[in-house]
């Protein structure tokens, strides 16, 4: 069964950090966008980072920029997303997802791109 799955979410003070990770089922890692996006509640869902897994085109959402990375690890079909300085308004739940097999990763900011994904883990900052 192809899919993706986060884990990594908890609950730390503002100021804190921690780091998900995302690793893929059954899909293969090259040559695809893989992609962190945040829902809090009562908002709609929004892009934090993305990348092309053959490398390169990091991308991030201002908000987090400076605070959060997005990295890969080929050999264990995993994606990380790095978050730093947490701050409260970063309280949300964190989903990866993985698009088709595509040529370059231009677009892997588009969340259109996007057809597998996880369940989501749960970040909370308090303040």
């Known amino acids: 069964q192809d899919q993706v799955m986060e884990s990594g979410g908890g609950s730390v003070q503002a100021g804190g950090s921690l780091k998900l990770s995302c690793v893929m089922h059954?899909?293969?890692?090259?040559?695809?966008?893989m992609g962190w996006f945040r829902q809090a509640p009562g908002k709609e869902r929004e892009a934090v980072a993305s990348m092309y897994t053959d490398g390169g085109h990091e991308n991030y959402a201002d908000p987090v920029k400076g605070r959060f990375t997005i990295s890969r690890d080929p050999a264990k079909k995993m994606v990380y997303l790095q978050m730093n300085s947490l701050k409260p308004e970063d309280t949300a739940l964190y989903s990866c997802?993985?698009?088709?097999?595509?040529?370059?990763?231009?677009?892997?900011?588009?969340?259109?791109?996007?057809?597998?994904w996880g369940q989501g883990t749960q970040v909370t900052v308090s303040s």
């Open positions: 997802a993985a698009s088709p097999w595509i040529t370059g990763g231009d677009k892997c900011y588009l969340e259109e791109y996007y057809i597998h």
């Open positions: 059954g899909i293969p890692f090259s040559s695809r966008c």
